[in-house]
């Protein structure tokens, strides 16, 4: 297999095969998760303005008050590379052409150079948060083959892209097409590792903020 | 498997909902928790970290209701729960932890790590893995009717005492009235004169009020232990002193606890609504300012702060009344650090303080009470929590601190005139 | 002079001067001395018998006392022993007494515990709710402003 | 450097060039240019022209398989005497069956004369890929092309695969590839193959070759497939005079839109430039007129092996061949499947539930 067809292979039947499992194991995990329901609350509700499951979702993406300082390279590191993804993902000109075919809807980009610049501040954002994962007693002490894993299968879409961008490392075509089928491992494991919470983590903040809102707790 | 860990493990299974679910899959592992949870912060021991203490609960949700779970299970990659891992966990389930939700709160991804904690001790506790302390608080609940083994003539005695001391006659069994007034033990053994303050402020506004024979104890050392079955039985009790009277509001006491055993959980343990409603001491006092039915003299020259109890603020939606009510009688009103919604538990709730052996880990977390009291330097502490009160003072008596320690009950009926 | 209610009880009280009224407030609280083991607040009561007794040494005795006090609270949950309940309101009334100044209804809250102490020892017998203690610490004002009216 | 040249009787190159009216001072700027365009260092175009003016006219014999007569026409086209041409003419082209006079028996006289004459100096130029499922698919004057191919290459120099047929299978090879058609350097394993892809090549690339071949007596430096690393070293991507557009994300979306007349990048319709190495945006074609992408039409990456297959011209480099069926497809399938684990989860939970015994204080102390 040389490596424009390892690439047309990516692209075609390896990002269908990704495609499906990544499409399945959402549904099915969301299905495994939520399905399960929760039982009424009987008690009288107390209303306060905030204190909802909706307000919750917007309100836990700030640190709470006191946080910060008490875990800065989580906070601050995690919101570059959150936001950074995001953007990387979702605002590189050649992304949104692959999302237009798939969603059929356009939005504009940003130009090659700025997009170039949050990879690099994402990959050392996320290389921060790696140090921090080893030189922390507490999240050393959670962690499990899942988190190194997990943290691998992010970083690669990163480093292959930037490398085939700047042709570095590999001829551009092979790096193109590791590039891709980088993604689509990503897409495979990311319903079934922690990765989900890039679902769950709105359904979780729901019921916390639902459920304590009930009691009037803004939580 | 013993018959004992089977039971547990069925309760787990049958408590795992889609919260729950959520939750776990929700989870990075970013250890912020950790830093919400004053085991962890003041031990700096990791295996306080407030998601670590549910991994027993855990492996079962992913072995009974994943996919992947079960698949692992099957080729032997994940191990099933065992009882010794479960006597292991009960020192973080039960010592280690005062269902404060201080993790709750802070939780990027949402997870609302104190419901699951409330939920595996169901499991914990069907699995006969619980402390000494707390499973002799629930023997004397279900079967003498107080945690402290307090009976009827000791609240009588209590009473007669509260009527001499203050000249007020204070009504046992009265029907129709608006409020019945609920005590916890800790009230009726270590601090009589909350009784007293009741019945002064409750003269000094003008509403009728009772105690009830059968419904005086307020708290549920069921639910503290965490199982159902036994905080039903309980909490049974109050729902039929309150229907028998007829009264419009039960007001729970000075307790954490007994406020969300009563407010939040009473109604879905016996599984239907209320017919009255349920208050906190502090919320009703809140109702009787706002509708200017508190006139009181005097204010307080000495520089108070007041220690939120967890139950009541973070947990119970009980923030700004006792704030309101602090400034009617203090001049000089403090505030610690993180006072509020993320106030600092005092070691020794959820039923922790009951646990002997969890002394020395309940000290080593004080310090960080000790802190926040550092910062502002008050001359008296006002909190409305019998057992806040008390592990306060033994923390401030282990550190040498002198400090004052007051309800808020009968800090506002200091100042109520004299009839 | 003769107490026969709690209201002539407290104008007996707020009559007296802080010395006297501690001096007072001590011997009352000594009616109930038999409830508690604690030297703590045994030698507390001492000292606050004494006139002289100085702000320093009154510290001193105030902390032991408190001590006495915290160290004997049943804790939530705990099972009440109501023998060493007594002993913790000993140790409260007794609170009252080493505070350098002691205020009418601070001398009446000290005898309130005094007597909270005797109650705690009627529901540990499982007798009735009869409040012995208030006829005694009535005899023992009476015997205290007696002496000192003998007094020049 | 070991010479190869040809140590055969008639002109050197230098001479035929005087004999066609090139001046000495023009013949000395195109060393230059060739200097150039082999990535030679400056001082390399003197060495090439003193070395290029005493080789002798090298005997080439171009043999055209499955092909379409592209790559010739490439070469010929030429409009104005350009250097490649002046090279080709000075080669002595003793077999080309589309443009030699001779035909039939003659013509094949003509190449097993000039083999038997150069044995072991001869360059054979194949265009065209070899078919292997059946001899009959292609034949000259009868004879299967893979045993024309064999016999030729024996006593041959050097083997130079024009264009992508020759090169990679090309269009003959695209799936499902009925003829079984390879490239030339899967059969030629004995000799030096050098690949010149393209659909069609760029001529000077090949006259570049030779030139170099003369001068220095070895092929120019290749790269992993088997082409020329100064024409092939870059993708057209890199040196696009479009590329700016791109890099601030400014792209056509329609043929006929703003974008296409303001000459933004072509990449979202489908331009192949990132992954398709070849020089036709530094050298362009037609005497340096244009190439596709400045005539408004993105690069269809004809010089990349199995570029008939690396999906439609039209679509985007990141685009996914075919991701909505299949995404429509496994979103049935997990609604579906999602139904029944959240029927088997639940009844599970009941199950949990059903067999609940009340708890008593007894329990607890077990």
Known sequence: MDTLQFLTWVRGTGLNIALVIFVLGVLWRLAEIYGLGRKKDLSAPRNMPGASGWATILRRSLPPPGMLPTSPVSYIAGYVFHVGLAVVAFLFAPHIALLTSIVAAAWPGLPSQVVDFVTVVTMAAMIAVLIDRIARPVKRFLSTFGDWFTWTLTFLPLLTGWLAVHHLLLPYTLMLAVHILSVELLLVFLPFTKLFHAFTAFGSRWFNGAMNGHKGVPV | ?????????????????????????????????????????????????????????????????????????????????????????????????????????????????????????????????????????????????????????????????????????????????????????????????????????????????????EAFEATNAGMQIGNSDLARVIVSRVVAGAEKLK??????????????????????????????????????????????????????????????????????????????????????????????????CCGGGGGASSIEEGEELRLEAFKRKKRQLEAVKPDRLVTACANCRIVLEEGLEHYKMNLPVVGLTETIAEHIPDA | MRITNDQEFKAALAALDNCSRRQATAYLIRQALDLTPDTRVRAGLDLAVRCDANEADLAVAASGVNSARVATYTQCGHDANWTCQASHFVARAAQECVKPEISASGAWEAAMQARMARICQAIAAGEGTSNREAEAQYRALEAYLNSKEGQP | MKSVLPDCPGQTVGEALLRRGVSRREFLQHCGLLAALLALPAAAAEQLATALAKARRPSVIWLSFQECTGCTESLTRSASPTLERLIFDLISLDYHHTLQAASGAAAEAARE??????????????????????????????????????????????????????????????????????????????????????????????????????????????????????FYGETIHDRCYRRPFYDQGKFAETFDDEGARRGWCLFKLGCKGPVTYNACATMKWNGGVSFPIQSGHGCIGCSEPGFWDGGGFYEALSMPARPLQAGVAAAAAGVAAGVAVTFFNRRKKAAAKAGHETTTLEDLEQ
Not at chain 2, 11 to 36: N, Q, R, T, W
């Open chain 2, 247 to 344: 009264v419009k509001t039960v007001i729970s006491p000075e307790c954490g606890h007994a406020y969300t055993a009563l407010r939040w959980e009473g109604a879905n343990l016996i599984g239907r609504p209320f017919t009255f409603k349920v208050q906190h001491i502090v919320e009703v006092l809140e109702e009787f300012r706002a509708a200017g039915l508190l006139k009181l003299e005097g204010m307080a020259t000495d520089r108070l702060t007041f220690h939120d109890p967890c139950q009541l603020a973070r947990r119970g939606g009980v923030i700004q009344p006792q704030r309101n009510l602090m400034k009617m009688v203090a001049k000089d009103f403090v505030e610690m650090p993180d006072a509020g919604f993320m106030n600092w």
């Open chain 4, 113 to 230: 004369a000039a083999m038997k004459e150069n044995a072991g100096k001869y360059l054979v130029v194949v265009d065209g890929s070899v078919p292997l499922g059946n001899p009959g698919y292609s034949t000259i004057a009868g004879v299967a092309n893979i045993d024309v191919l064999r016999e030729t290459v024996k006593d041959a120099a050097a083997v130079i695969a024009m264009g992508t047929c020759a090169a990679y299978g090309g269009l003959p090879a695209a799936q499902p590839n009925p003829t079984g058609a390879v490239a030339i350097s899967e059969l030629v394993k004995d000799k030096p193959v050098v690949n010149i892809p393209g659909c069609p090549p760029i001529a000077t690339v090949m006259t570049a070759v030779i030139a170099h071949y003369l001068a220095f007596g070895a092929l120019p430096e290749l790269d992993g497939l088997g082409r020329p690393k100064a």
């Open chain 2, 1 to 213: 498997m013993s018959a004992s860990l089977d039971k547990g493990v069925r309760v787990l299974k049958e408590m795992i909902d889609a919260p729950i679910a959520s939750y776990f899959s929700s989870c990075v592992h970013c250890g912020i928790c950790a830093e919400a949870c004053l085991f962890y912060t003041e031990t700096g021991d990791p295996k306080y970290t407030p998601i670590h203490k549910l991994e027993p609960m855990r492996r079962i949700y992913e072995q009974e209701y994943t996919l992947l779970g079960r698949l692992a299970k099957r080729v032997g990659l994940s191990k099933a729960v065992t009882d010794a891992e479960l006597a292991e966990w009960q020192e973080l389930v039960y010592n280690s932890c005062t269902l404060c939700a201080r993790c709750s709160a802070v939780c990027p991804v949402g997870n609302d790590i104190v419901y699951m904690v409330r939920k595996m001790r169901e499991g914990m506790s069907a699995a006969g893995h619980s402390p000494e302390g707390i499973k002799g608080a629930v023997t004397r609940t279900i079967n003498i009717g107080s945690p402290m083994g307090v009976k009827l003539p000791a609240v009588k005695a209590q009473m007669k005492h509260a009527e001499a001391d203050y000249g007020i006659p204070i009504p046992l069994d009265q029907e129709g009235v608006e409020y019945l007034v609920t005590l916890s033990s800790m009230e009726i053994i270590n601090f009589p004169e909350y009784l007293g303050a009741i019945a002064k402020i409750m003269r000094h506004v003008g509403k009728t009020w009772t105690l009830s024979s």
